[in-house]
């Protein structure tokens, strides 16, 4: 019988104890481009893992895909190979008014609005960010001298039916196809503002469920790339502080990792 896992192929060996978690499959070869002795493990479907050393620590680098199924794939698979702490990067809309583009946002907690985490256990499990890896991120980022927030994450599945477009008087108008949007969808949105809730993404959620399960460390920094209600094609920027986010998340994880 075959030791490799189903989905992603990887096998004993593969995986880092200490995974630094993507999205965009493009952005594994970023995460790992000062690292030696890299190897491809695996690239199939969304996921892309590369593993490699950086200051003498072996490290992993995985991409989740978009949303919270297949992040919970990839995480099951790297866990059972070894992986003990997962810190993801990525992307988000910021919905604390004060968060400006290129800003990091790291993640205490978040409101567990998808679907994949309910399939493992009650809403009313919280998903908790690993105290140790909230505390390295925001010790990095003062370091670097980054503008960065500490708070809350909506954690979120569709993409467009959860988010909204910035209308006239502060109105807010649907960004899915033909203006579909239940009036309860602008509610939500108004109702995580009025929580003071920080910022929203799609996969911190299911990443710090899975690890308060399975006892493992997660955290999850992200760079506001755009704001919700999103204003327009022009506030949103991928890229703005992403290479200082990386940074900022080597050096926690390799601050856990010693």
Not at 206 to 223: E, N, S, Y
Request: aromatic share 6%; hydrophobic share 40%; charged share 20%.
């Amino acid at each position: 019988m075959s030791d490799a896992q189903p989905i992603t192929g990887a096998r004993p060996g593969d995986i880092a104890p200490h995974v630094l978690l993507c999205g965009d499959p493009g952005r594994v070869g970023p995460i790992a481009s000062g690292w030696s002795d890299v190897r491809t493990v695996c690239d199939v479907r969304e996921y892309t893992i590369l593993t490699g050393t950086r200051d003498g620590i072996e490290l992993t680098a995985a991409s989740t895909g978009i949303g919270a199924p297949s992040t919970a794939i990839v995480l099951e698979e790297l866990a059972k190979l070894g992986a003990h702490t997962f810190l993801r990067i990525g992307n988000c809309g910021g919905l604390d008014p004060t968060l400006e583009l290129g800003d990091l946002a790291i993640t205490t907690g978040a409101v567990r609005d998808d679907g994949t985490s309910r399939s493992y256990v009650i809403p009313e499990y919280p998903a908790v960010a690993s105290h140790e890896l909230v505390g390295a991120l925001i010790d990095a980022a003062r370091e670097q001298g980054a503008r960065h927030k500490a708070g809350i994450t909506w954690s979120l599945d569709a993409f467009y039916a959860r988010n909204a477009v910035a209308g006239p008087n502060d109105s807010m108008e649907s960004m899915s196809f033909e203006g579909y949007w239940p009036a309860h969808l602008e509610t939500r949105i108004r109702e995580m503002q009025a929580a003071r809730v920080l910022n929203c993404e799609m996969e911190a959620g299911v990443t710090l469920t899975l690890a308060g399960l399975f006892g493992l460390r997660a955290g999850c920094i992200c760079v506001v790339s755009d704001r919700t209600p999103w204003p327009g094609p022009a506030e949103l920027d991928l890229d703005r502080n992403m290479a200082r986010c990386i940074e900022v998340a080597h050096q926690a994880i390799l601050t856990l990792a010693r």
